[in-house]
């Protein structure tokens, strides 16, 4: 795995660009809504392989491995709790062969609906619980690790703990949160991100946040507390719910580049795409962001 150094070298001269959504393409691929994505992918390699491909032609340095809910816990309403270590590592060695020329992250999300509370008990089984996880994703080769969709500062914190106790190299954190930078917990983000940066996270941000006017500005006020790389990786919009239940997501590529493009130029090195977004968002952010380069030259 990379190391924390080794990462952070990375975006000194050029931002480090993501890959876009997972599952919601993988639902057009035919993927039932609800299912088990870790357990469907294995099943149906060849549409996550296509995705992942295509992601890599369009200009995504780093992709996420399909393992976002692959803890035990989450994996035994499927009966795999057992395999969890075999499925991680099945999955990042999945998205290596479909983009060998990438990094690989292994995914790591949320598990507050498994707590009641957050006392010692609960933050003990989300450490156990994530270094399962953790295990298989170092077994299977993964890069780095990434925390996405977190609610709480508890799940960062579980997460980082787990990833040192499993001897992880560089770990990346992302939250949900609300424009005006609080976390769905009602903390204030900035201090968040800050703290875990001095405990040893690689790169901090947001993900799963409609990118909208507002995003640049969500973008400048987390930079005044973040010292290191900054993630921004949003959804296409505010979505629309269509008549099979599934979302729509309004914002072109184009539209989607935009925002982007002025979240990197107010402080945003790590840029990728989250609900709604397809391999095209990821061209269009990587187009947009080279010429924005070219123009400061």
Known sequence: MLTKEEFQNLVKDAPLLLDGATGSNLQRCGMPKGCCTESWVLSHPEALVSLQRSYAEAGSHIIYAPTFQAQPIALERVGLQSRTEAVNAQLVALSRSAAPGCLIAGDLTTLATFCDSWDDACFDLLVENYRRQIHGLIDGGADLLV?????????????????????????????????????????????????????????????????DMMTPHLVSKLRRSVKG?????????????????????????????????????????????????????????????????????
Request: a negative charge.
């Open 147 to 211: 925390g996405e969709t977190l609610l709480y500062p508890q799940e960062a914190e579980a997460i980082l703990c787990a990833a040192e106790l499993e001897g992880a190299g560089a770990s990346m954190y992302t939250f949900t949160m609300q424009p005006d930078g609080s976390l769905f917990s009602g903390r204030d983000a900035g201090p968040v991100l800050r703290s875990l940066e001095e405990a040893g996270a690689a790169a901090v941000g947001f993900n799963c946040v409609a990118a």
């Open 229 to 297: 790389p900054l993630i921004c990786k949003p959804n296409a919009g505010v979505p629309v719910i269509g008549a099979d239940g599934i979302p729509d997501y309004p914002q072109t590529p184009r539209e989607f580049a935009s925002i982007l493009r002025d979240c990197h130029a107010s402080g945003a090195q790590v840029l990728g795409g989250c609900c709604g977004t397809a391999p095209g968002y990821i061209a269009a952010l990587k187009e947009a962001v080279e010429s924005s380069q070219k123009r400061s030259h």
